[in-house]
Every structure is written in C-alpha cells, then in structure tokens.
C-alpha cells in the first residue's frame, strides 16, 4: 500500500505542470475515478481542507490521503511521491540554467505550457461549480 500511494503521488508530482490547481483532474483521477480511495463527494471536501490549510494543495492532499489509508507512514509515502519530482526537476534546471535560460526552443516551450495550464485549471473549476450545482439541487429535492 505505500508504494502504491508513493507511486501515485510520484506519477500526479510528474506528469502535472503548472502547480496545485492544474494537479486537480489527475489527482481526481486517481484518487477518485482509478484507485476508489474517496468518493466524489469525499474528493470534493478534501480539496476545500486542502485550500483552506497553509501550504500547498497537492501535499495537503497528499497528507490527508497518506493519513486516511495508512497514517503517518502512507502521509510520507505521499508528500514524498508529491515533491520528489519538483525537488528533482528544480535541481536539473539549477543546475542548466545558465546555458538554457536564453535558448529560444525553452522559452517556446515554456510559453507553450502555459495555454494548458489555464485550459486545466479551468476544466477544474467548471467540474466542481457542476458538481456544486447537482448537489444543490439534489438538497432541494
């Protein structure tokens, strides 16, 4: 179970870029959709907690997700998988900065990464107002 949890935070640490929010739908995805841990309802309040704690959202979730399926062993598992790769990747561009910092295919890169961050973000947003929105006229019902 801990290597499962740290390989999920490892691959939602990976293969999201553009910070918390544009980590929304994978962790959603993996957490909710893939590996059952919480359910729609759950995910959503997990994610108003993990706003409303000092930090950042991805290791806010990552430790409620760690503590919840394996206490305080599952809570490393994660934040470890969660900022491993950042650390990783902050270290190599660090390390390549000078050389890189003026080459026209990164800053292309970069100004192309942007776009769908926002597009990410966005779907984000739209999902959880529609889920708030069902549930309000569930409640109404």
């Known amino acids: 179970m801990l290597f499962q949890l740290f390989w999920t935070y490892l691959k939602i640490g990976t293969f999201t870029i ?4 544009a980590m929304l739908p994978l962790i959603e995805q993996e957490v909710v959709d893939k590996h059952h841990w919480l359910d729609d309802k759950e995910f959503m309040n997990m994610i108003a907690l993990a706003q409303a704690a000092p ?6 979730s990552a430790i409620f997700i760690g503590h919840r399926l394996a ?11 969660a900022v491993l790769p950042s650390i990783i990747i902050i270290l190599l561009i660090a390390m390549f900065f000078k050389e890189i910092k003026d080459n026209p295919t990164v800053e292309a890169v ?8 926002v597009a990410l973000i966005a779907a984000t947003v739209v999902r959880m107002v529609n889920r ?10």
């Open 18 to 21: 553009g910070g918390g929010y």
């Open 55 to 60: 930090g950042l959202i991805a290791v806010n």
């Open 71 to 81: 206490g305080w062993k599952g809570t490393v598992a994660c934040v470890l998988g």
């Open 110 to 117: 970069f100004k192309g990464v942007r776009p769908a961050v």
């Open 132 to 141: 708030l929105i069902g549930e309000s006229r569930d409640r109404k019902k």
